[in-house]
């Protein structure tokens, strides 16, 4: 049973939905790294989402650094992060915590650890574990940075409507740090927004795809086989509990290309090398290649709605009924944006860590 993930910069996780708090501990981070909290303020309340298109729920989310951090800066011993729960409705989930919800990891849970998981609000399952995340990740992409490396996420699609493609990578990553609705075209920002009020109406909820640049990371990070860059990648964003697809550059868009067409070919531009397209999304045998790491992810729909859906109860092993109560998502997909921005810069310190050294990212 393991919470853990990373090689020599580390986060674990603990706590659980309606607990009496979650948090983290980030641990490998070089010491006289600037920790900035009011920036780590302003990463979770782009986690809160919006009112009308987000879950009643409203947490506080004050991050309380209990280690690690000594007159604004790492010390390099592990840093603990810990968020109270302050708004638990641990009622709305007693009457069917045996009833699996389709979609959810009720069922699953239970296989593992035998009856004795907290079924709250999913327990350590549940997204809200992914603020101690956001937390930990605010740290990292500052670090980042520090040393010319920005990330930016933005929703590339929800409920059939399209948002505009990267342009000016550095510009929209700047534009997208301050977006409550990450979405670079207006006219689709309310699009999304109108389609989301409309699911939320109905009872039921809605999915997209998101999609994020990295720029800046210098050449030569990753590992050929194991730890490829898209591999740790892929480890990380596949621990948000919503994504269920992940692809570098072009992905499963190469399956209907020639060679001709999908290689991205080699030049030299002010002294350096560069590729003319970048349908590898930055990547090549795993290392990065000094081009803008692109990735995209699939968020599915939020799996609790407020339709009645067929389910099993899997104590008295027969069919059941469920009606789902309590307070939540008709989307999650705005407030996972900054969560996939953390666990990339998570990773993408520890895969710097292991490239140049520990104490690279304070230097």
Known sequence: MKNTFGNNITITLFGESHGEAIGCVLDGIAPGIEVDEDFIASQMQKRKGMNSISTPRREDDKVRILSGVFEGKTTGTPIALMIENQTQHSKDYSDT?????????DYTAYCKYHGYQDYRGGGHFSGRITAPLVAAGAICLKALEKKGIAVGTHIASCAGISDRAFGNLAEDIALLKDMEMPVLCDKASAEMISAIESAKNEGDSLGGTLTTAVI???????EPWFDTVEGMLSHALFSIPAIKGVEFG??????????????DEFHMCDGRVQTKTNNNGGINGGITNGMPIIFSCAVKPTPSIFKQQNTVDF???????????????????????VVVDSVTAITLCDLLATRF??????E
């Open 315 to 337: 104590m008295k092993k027969e069919d059941a009924v469920l009606n789902i109560k309590g307070r939540h998502d008709p989307a999650i997909i705005h407030r996972a944006r």
């Open 357 to 362: 050294g520990t104490d690279w990212l304070g």
């Open 250 to 263: 072009l992905g499963f868009g190469f399956a209907d290309k020639k060679g001709s067409e999908a290689n």
């Open 216 to 222: 800046g990371m210098p050449e030569g990070v990753g």
């Open 97 to 105: 915590k045996d009833l699996a919800r389709p979609s959810h990891a």
